[in-house]
Nanobody
Framework: QVQLTESGGGLAQAGDSLRLSCALSTRVSSYAMGWFRQAPGRERELVAS???????EYADSVKGRFTVSRDSAENTMYLQMTSLKPEDTAVYYC????????????YGQGTQVTVSS
């Protein structure tokens, strides 16, 4: 079974940038990969996704500030976060969706991002 491992989280100040990475344990043929986040007391939300054809989508709250990308050769997905805001504070998870008829089934353990004002 494929495993996903996030890295790159940490502490930041408002306006700073961070880059998250998501490494897959094995090469898989997937429909899409995504970045979710969950803040305390809130539901998990999808903030960015990228398909196998490199089509991307973003939540309105991060559009223009976050950029999702992937490196197939390295089996890794990235989330470049700029102009960070305190409301971006959350645990960030990467996830895998194997087909367009499926949901995101595979998740990493998450990495904490904390943004102070």
């Amino acid at each position: 079974q494929v495993q996903l491992t996030e890295s790159g989280g940490g502490l930041a100040q408002a306006g700073d940038s961070l880059r998250l990475s998501c490494a897959l344990s094995t090469r898989v043929s997937s429909y899409a990969m995504g970045w979710f986040r969950q803040a305390p007391g809130r539901e998990r939300e999808l903030v960015a996704s990228i398909t196998a054809r490199d089509s991307t989508e973003y939540a309105d709250s991060v559009k223009g500030r976050f950029t999702v990308s992937r490196d197939s050769a390295e089996n890794t997905m990235y989330l470049q976060m700029t102009s960070l805001k305190p409301e971006d504070t959350a645990v960030y998870y990467c996830a895998l969706r194997l087909s367009p008829f499926d949901i995101y089934k595979y998740y990493g353990q998450g990495t904490q991002v904390t943004v102070s004002s």
